[in-house]
């Protein structure tokens, strides 16, 4: 069965507008657009709509940092901290491959604005964990992050549960230990020179070393999150790899769940000596990039989905 998001999605691809109205779903569609079976499901899901439909109305006044990228569902929220580029929606396909009573959020640093990016770890994530209790003052959280993001969800972890909260999940998705970035960041740093558009095929070349197996490196194409970038991105995201090269964790005295690929360049077993538990689940051979944006996505869903299912039966228990 179609999850509620997707519903609705599909209904406004054919022009179809649902709202609250003191409490009552009202309806506007073309002539033609409601055929019998749509009204039917509209009928059956009532109730769970009308939920999905007061939640997107309760975000609208969600902090700006946080952003809903697969919204509803009566689960407890995952907080996924974004990655380089900041770009949450990167999440997207593995968002919707999740349960659909599972919400995803979101977590952006401050800068993708205009304004000026932090400077270190630690800021990055008590900016970060001010925004996560705004929006769920307390605990038990259950957070993600990708990439240089698997860092700063790992600081957010420890100043939660130094402040008392408990943290539930803490899932490091294709997270490169920090000293894994010292070429890139310090490569980074050095971009103050060329046009933009240089800028941007200097990091091409840098990443295609870094990220790509050395068979693939001549060939010519641009990765999404790179040929994207803006200026702004490009500030963030130098400023998130300077941050996280300096960085220099501290024991956690929780337990981690690393989602790692075939990329030895992550240095993913390092993580081990910083917590008191390392679980390590295998999602392929692909870089993690490529596992994200395509069909083997679901090999990670299932992965991710499988813990969050043990956490909630633990917790019910």
């Not at 033609?32 to 039917?40: I, K, Q, S, V, Y």
């Not at 294709?174 to 490569?187: C, D, E, V, W």
């Not at 870094?210 to 702004?232: D, N, W």
């Not at 299932?302 to 917790?315: E, P, T, V, Y």
Request: aromatic share 6%.
């Amino acid at each position: 069965m179609m999850d509620t998001a997707s519903l609705l999605s599909n209904l406004r691809e054919r022009d179809v507008r649902l709202w609250v109205d003191d409490g009552r779903i009202k309806c506007s569609a073309p002539a033609g657009a409601l055929d019998a079976e749509t009204r039917a499901t509209l009928a059956s899901r009532k109730q769970e709509i009308l939920a999905f439909l007061h939640e997107a109305e309760a975000l609208k006044s969600t902090p700006a940092a946080i952003v809903p990228i697969k919204p509803g569902g009566r689960l407890p929220p995952l907080f996924i901290v974004s990655g380089y580029r900041g770009d949450v929606f990167f999440m997207l396909p593995l968002a919707r491959h999740l349960d659909p009573e599972q919400p995803v959020l979101g977590v952006q640093p401050p800068g993708l604005d205009g304004s000026e990016p932090l400077a270190s770890v630690e800021s990055l994530a008590r900016f970060q964990v001010e925004q996560i209790r705004r929006y769920r003052p307390n605990g038990p959280y259950l957070l993600g992050g990708h990439c240089s993001g698997g860092t700063i969800a790992f600081e957010i972890a420890q100043q939660l549960t130094a402040s008392g909260q408990e943290v539930a999940f803490l899932g490091l998705i294709g997270s490169p230990f920090p000293t894994a970035f010292l070429p890139l960041a310090r490569f980074a740093s050095r971009l103050t020179s060329g046009s933009l558009a240089e800028r941007k095929q200097k990091i091409m070349r840098r990443l295609q070393k870094l990220i790509r197996p050395p068979e693939r490196v001549h060939q010519p194409e641009a990765p999404p999150e790179v040929s994207s970038m803006t200026k702004i991105d490009l500030r963030v995201g130098g400023a998130t790899l300077a941050a996280v090269r300096a960085y220099r964790p501290r024991r956690y005295d929780g337990e981690i769940d690393q989602f790692v690929s075939g990329e030895e360049w992550h240095h993913a077993n390092r993580w081990r000596a910083f917590a008191r538990t390392v679980r390590q689940h295998s999602v392929g051979s692909l870089d993690i990039e490529e596992i994200l944006r395509g069909p083997e996505v679901s090999v990670l869903a299932a992965a991710l989905q499988k813990r969050l299912d043990s956490i909630a039966s633990k917790a019910a228990a």
